[in-house]
Nanobody, 124 residues
Framework: QVQVAESGGGLVQAGGSLKLSCVPS????????MGWFRRPPGKEREFVAG????????YYADSVTGRFTISRDNAKNTIYLQMNSLKPEDTAVYYC?????????????????WGQGTQVTVSP
């Protein structure tokens, strides 16, 4: 059983930056591929970024490529999402998720463990 907790959300002006953190529980953290998803207001949950257990592969949605960076520190059991050049359309609840399946999957149903989410609001 893995439990996941996100932090780091908040309110930022367009063009600004935020760094989200995700701390999954469990001793076998490196076994899990991790992903960040988001749910914009009134829209479906969507894939943002993913990373393999060993950090050798990363994946991004087209909308965030070049602006967001996913990373993990297995020694600290922590996943990060560095978000730069934020836009109002990045406003959403951001979720961290873990899977024992294929890294980089864009299907939320492939992830078995989810956090409660953290709100990110980008003002114009």
């Amino acid at each position: 059983q893995v439990q996941v907790a996100e932090s780091g959300g908040g309110l930022v002006q367009a063009g600004g930056s935020l760094k989200l953190s995700c701390v999954p529980s469990g001793r076998t953290f490196s076994r899990y591929a991790m992903g960040w998803f988001r749910r914009p207001p009134g829209k479906e949950r969507e894939f943002v970024a993913g990373i393999s257990g060993s950090s050798d592969r990363t994946y991004y949605a087209d909308s965030v490529t070049g602006r967001f960076t996913i990373s993990r520190d297995n020694a600290k059991n922590t996943i990060y999402l560095q978000m730069n050049s934020l836009k109002p359309e990045d406003t959403a609840v951001y979720y961290c998720a873990a899977t024992v399946g294929v890294a980089g999957s864009r299907r939320w149903s492939d992830y078995g463990y989810w956090g409660q989410g953290t709100q990110v609001t980008v003002s114009p």
